[in-house]
């Protein structure tokens, strides 16, 4: 194999790593993901390309967008909804105790 094909090669796996890693981390933001929706997410992602022989983001486009569809297929829209209302939740709670330290002087 050539120089320039090892090159390209490796450039094109380096660029296959970073949309996987790109969207497993939007993927594991999104509201009710948890790590076994990630995994099948994945696993989908990986089958799909390497049947096909296509680069994900050809296949798939954007790995922001790909993460906000796969979250809405795989995360049953309950689950997802009761993880909004509990990082509202938290949310002002974080916000209620900060400026409680802020009276404080804390």
């Known amino acids: 194999m ?4 090892r090159a ?5 796996e380096k660029d296959r ?11 594991a ?6 790590r076994a929706v990630v995994l099948q997410a994945v696993k989908d992602v990986t089958a799909h390309c390497a049947d096909s022989g296509e680069h994900p983001r050809t296949a798939f486009g954007d790995p922001d ?11 049953p829209a309950d689950r997802a909804a009761r993880a909004r209302r ?3 939740v938290v949310d002002v709670l974080g916000s ?5 330290g802020d009276v404080a002087g804390l």
Request: aromatic fraction near 4%; charge should be positive; include cysteine.
């Open 65 to 75: 967008a790909c993460a906000l569809q796969a979250a809405a297929v795989l995360v």
């Open 17 to 27: 790593e970073k949309w996987m890693a790109r969207f497993q981390v939007r993927l």
């Open 8 to 12: 390209a090669d490796a450039a094109g």
């Open 2 to 5: 050539a120089k320039k094909d």
């Open 96 to 100: 209620v105790l900060k400026r409680a």
């Open 29 to 34: 933001m999104q509201p009710g993901v948890d």
């Open 86 to 88: 509990h990082d509202a």
